[in-house]
């Protein structure tokens, strides 16, 4: 069965109309014939949006789930049992009640999916998981649902749904998104003009992005090569050289003429001979392009210029900037250095050459010692005409003897052996000694040799000329060797200062390989059970490379890293030097999976060497604190039962008040260990919502006694988010633990009033809550060691707890966000601070419907 294919409406803030845009293209697509249904649409009470659902199918939502604050959730099994052609299911980010066969909607839309059936669904900008540092810095707000880029990168089409931040604001003015009540306060917080502009410029570029890619996968898999300047990029060639600095300046500062672009700094690295590069500077060089807001990249090539330009091509760069050398004039008129072949070869892309006083080059320069085939050729040019000139030159000076001869035409085979190698050196012994047979042996005129001794020295001549052709070819091919094992050292130098300065995911080690080999795709397969097939794991690329054994020879290469894990790359022939780098990288592949897998190791190790000890301090606990208020209430109802008769009333109320009193013991203990497993085992998630200090305050202060506690709230004090209920046992624990320990002090609730001198976290304001003691307070030195769970103030006596209650209360005032930390009462005791971020969303009552996760009606 075909696999369905996912629509998704992209909006920047909430009231855009993604849900209208939604439903609006459900009816169209109704309209041409198709099967229609909706999953889930809530309409939040907009009337508009509840109009649209008129006249299509809607699947009954799920009887015995619901979310309290949200609403009813989607039937999946009802949805796959109607199986429509396509579903209309809106919120892809929700987070589902508990109850649901899925945590996320997007998972019950991988199953629709997977059934074949095509979907319709929306999500907001600042439901992304990357984008969510930056949302908040906007919002100055938490986003409690996001989903991570791949899966919303799955979508087949992501669409905008875009309008100017002054008409949303007009349509909140209006009614059509909050009721009136709420209006001034959401167009003063969350939909501020400056808001709605950046969430759009942020939306722009995301969905930008995502053409970008579509882009790269369209001209990938029609194979097009040609440039097509859709958006601005620049990409500088460096060498590693000092003066490489000032090319990269000079390419930032071209970039800084367009709004918008990128900057791509390029380390072509030849297996065939090149300058020593720098190192530090190459580091220097890889910070400075990362500071301008860029990336740096290295690859490998034989020809550093088509290195170059197949990079700039692969990302589709407009301007190319290379750094030129004052000092190669000769060369560059003759059209034979690399950045003469680059701008000859260059094509659509704009060639920017920089002239620097310390630049050598914007690319490496082949030492003498390469042989390229320019070089071969030459030489046998050599081959033919140094012997024939070096004849001719000696025949004006008939008085030298046959040994002159023989030492002048050795000298040239020396010069054709240094110049084109062994071959040409051989060509040009060949022809010396015939030269040398026919001109200067008797009798002179043939190839007849009459004294034996000048045959011996032609023999001679000739062994020894071939001798040092020998030597000078080893020679360069040792060179060559030296500087491919250099390169390929280098290269490998750079993977493992990779590997431990950055904590590289599977796919983005493989975008490096396909990077370094610039190849169309890279993957890693690992076999299956059978050991008959392989089965890709990860990919980069747009289109996975093809199996080990499964491609074309010519048009691709792999390595095993062990004998069930290969490394692929496609596209390309890679030369010996190239494998053997791609060996290495399939190697370095292997380590990295074993390193995931000690990391997941080691997490879950971590967390149950965790969970031990919370359950052997738990054990510990029990048999004191627990043990305690158990035997009292047992002694207590084993005497009413055997002796209620014969006590007197007040005996028995005293009884019944101890079993109240252990009783009451007993559930705060259990309370805060069920708590604190709850915290240690990472389950404890808030649902917050607009609350006031002074609800949470009056509910936390219900059990507890009255005597000693002064409340003095400010009466402007702002609405926080927060989850009530912890909330709650946040404050609780608090002032009970202020109870215990400062005995006889009274005990003050302070709350201030906003304003400009407003505390933040991590940038966000927040709201402030002070509960002061005037006990004994507490050591410096201790203050860190009072919020470790089992701790109790210079080993308190029994009868205190366990020493959970602020463990309990720092663990729960983080879930939500916040802080909670100590300070010293002037004058003496203890000062507990409450801070949790302010609402940036109107204030809701305890029966009024709110989207999950956003604290918004």
């Given at each position: 069965m075909a696999k369905g294919t996912l629509r998704i409406f992209l909006g920047a803030a909430p009231g855009v109309g993604v849900t209208f845009a939604m439903l609006q293209e459900a009816h169209r697509i109704a309209a041409g014939g198709k099967d229609v249904a909706v999953g889930i649409v809530l309409d939040h009470g907009r009337g508009q949006t509840r109009e649209l659902m008129t006249g299509l199918e809607i699947v009954a939502p799920h009887s015995e789930v619901q979310d309290s604050l949200v609403g009813p959730e989607m039937d999946v099994d009802a949805v796959l049992a109607r199986h429509p052609e396509v579903a209309v299911v809106d919120e892809f980010a929700h987070s589902n009640a508990p109850g649901c066969r899925n945590r996320y909607r997007w998972e019950d839309i991988e199953e629709l999916l997977s059934a074949g059936i095509d979907v319709l669904s929306t999500i907001s900008i600042q439901n992304l998981a990357s984008l969510e540092d930056v949302v908040s810095a906007i919002t100055q707000g938490l986003q409690k649902e996001t989903v991570p880029d791949a899966i919303v990168r799955r979508a087949d089409q992501i669409e905008l749904v875009d309008i100017p931040p002054e008409l949303l604001r007009q349509r909140i003015a209006d009614g059509n998104i909050y009721p009136r009540t709420k209006v001034d306060a959401a167009l003063a917080n969350e939909f501020r003009l400056g808001n709605l502009i950046a969430l759009r410029e942020v939306a722009l570029i995301w969905l930008a992005d995502r053409v970008d890619e579509g882009l790269a996968k369209y001209r990938a898999s029609h194979g097009i090569t040609e440039n097509w300047p859709a958006r601005e990029r620049v990409v500088v060639g460096i060498t590693g050289n000092p003066g490489d600095e000032a090319i990269i300046r000079r390419a930032s500062r071209i970039l800084s003429r367009v709004n918008g672009g990128d900057l791509l700094a390029v380390h072509v690295r030849p297996y065939a001979g090149r300058r020593k590069e720098s190192l530090p500077a190459l580091e220097g060089h890889r910070q400075l392009v990362t500071g301008l807001g860029g990336s740096f990249h290295t690859v490998s090539g034989e020809d550093e210029a088509a290195a170059l330009l197949d990079f700039a091509r692969s990302v589709n760069a407009t301007q190319l900037v290379i750094g030129i050398s004052r000092s190669r004039l000769p060369s560059r008129l003759l059209g034979r250095d690399v950045a003469s072949k680059v701008v000859r070869d260059s094509g659509d892309i704009d060639v920017h050459m920089v002239s620097h006083p310390s630049a050598t080059s914007g690319l490496p320069r082949p030492t003498p010692w390469g042989l390229g085939r320019a070089r071969t050729t030459a030489g046998f040019v050599l081959a033919v005409t140094i012997p024939a000139l070096a004849t001719s030159l000696l025949s004006l000076t008939p008085e030298l003897n046959l040994a002159t001869h023989v030492l002048v035409h050795l000298t040239g085979v020396m010069a054709v052996a240094f110049i084109g190698g062994l071959w040409p050196a051989v060509l040009a012994a060949v022809l010396d000694s015939l030269l040398l047979n026919y001109y200067e042996t008797d009798p002179v005129g043939t190839f007849?040799?009459?004294?034996?001794?000048?045959?011996?020295?032609?023999?001679?001549?000739?062994?020894?000329?071939?001798?040092?052709?020998?030597?000078?070819?080893?020679?360069?091919?040792?060179?060559?060797?030296?500087?491919?094992?250099?390169?390929?050292?280098?290269?490998?130098?750079?993977?493992?200062?990779?590997?431990?300065?950055?904590?590289?995911?599977?796919?983005?080690?493989?975008?490096?390989?396909?990077?370094?080999?610039?190849?169309?795709?890279?993957?890693?397969?690992?076999?299956?059970?059978?050991?008959?097939?392989?089965?890709?794991?990860a990919h980069a690329g747009a289109i996975p490379p093809s199996p080990p054994g499964g491609e074309d020879p010519g048009e691709g290469a792999y390595e095993l890293a062990d004998p069930q894990t290969a490394l692929v790359v496609s596209g390309k022939t890679l030369t010996a030097g190239d494998r053997r780098v791609l060996a290495a990288h399939a190697a370095h592949l292997l380590l990295l999976r074993q390193r995931h897998a000690l990391q997941l190791r080691l997490k879950d190790s971590t967390r149950l060497a965790e969970g031990n000890s919370i359950r052997t301090s738990i054990l510990r606990a029990v048999s004191h604190d627990l043990r305690t208020p158990l035997a009292g209430i047992k002694l207590a109802v084993t005497s009413l039962l055997r002796q209620k008769r014969r006590l007197p009333e007040e005996i028995q109320n005293e009884m019944l008040h101890t079993i109240d009193s252990y009783t009451d013991r007993l559930d705060s203990l259990i309370g805060n260990l069920l708590d604190m497993s709850r915290i240690s085992s990472g389950s404890a998630a808030p649902l917050t919502s607009p609350v006031t200090w002074r609800?949470?305050?009056?509910?936390?202060?219900?059990?507890?006694?009255?005597?000693?506690?002064?409340?003095?709230?400010?009466?402007?004090?702002?609405?926080?988010?927060?989850?009530?209920?912890?909330?709650?046992?946040?404050?609780?624990?608090?002032?009970?633990?202020?109870?215990?320990?400062?005995?006889?002090?009274?005990?003050?609730?302070?709350?201030?009033?906003?304003?400009?001198?407003?505390?933040?976290?991590?940038?966000?304001?927040?709201?402030?809550?002070?509960?002061?003691?005037?006990?004994?307070?507490?050591?410096?030195?201790?203050?860190?060691?009072?919020?470790?769970?089992?701790?109790?103030?210079?080993?308190?006596?029994?009868g205190l707890g366990i020493g959970l209650g602020l463990a309990v209360a720092k663990g729960f005032t983080e879930a939500m966000g916040g802080q909670l930390t100590a300070e010293p009462t002037p004058g003496g005791g203890l000062t507990m601070v409450i801070r949790l971020p302010l609402s940036a969303g109107p204030l809701l009552t305890p029966t009024e419907p709110r989207e999950a996760g956003t604290g918004k009606p």
């Open positions: 007849t040799i009459s004294d034996p001794q000048n045959l011996f020295a032609l023999l001679v001549f000739l062994g020894a000329a071939i001798a040092v052709s020998l030597l000078v070819g080893l020679s360069a091919k040792r060179t060559q060797e030296a500087v491919r094992a250099r390169a390929e050292a280098a290269t490998l130098a750079d993977l493992a200062r990779d590997a431990l300065i950055e904590d590289d995911t599977m796919a983005a080690f493989l975008d490096k390989v396909r990077e370094t080999f610039q190849v169309p795709s890279a993957g890693l397969f690992t076999r299956t059970e059978t050991g008959r097939e392989w089965d890709l794991r609800d949470a305050i009056e509910d936390a202060l219900r059990g507890l006694p009255e005597g000693n506690i002064r409340v003095e709230l400010a009466p402007n004090m702002p609405a926080i988010d927060a989850d009530l209920g912890m909330l709650e046992r946040v404050i609780a624990n608090v002032v009970e633990n202020a109870q215990k320990y400062a005995a006889g002090s009274d005990i003050v609730i302070v709350g201030p009033s906003s304003g400009s001198g407003a505390p933040t976290i991590n940038g966000r304001p927040c709201g402030e809550l002070r509960i002061v003691d005037h006990g004994q307070g507490v050591p410096a030195e201790d203050v860190v060691a009072m919020f470790e769970p089992f701790q109790r103030l210079d080993d308190a006596p029994e």
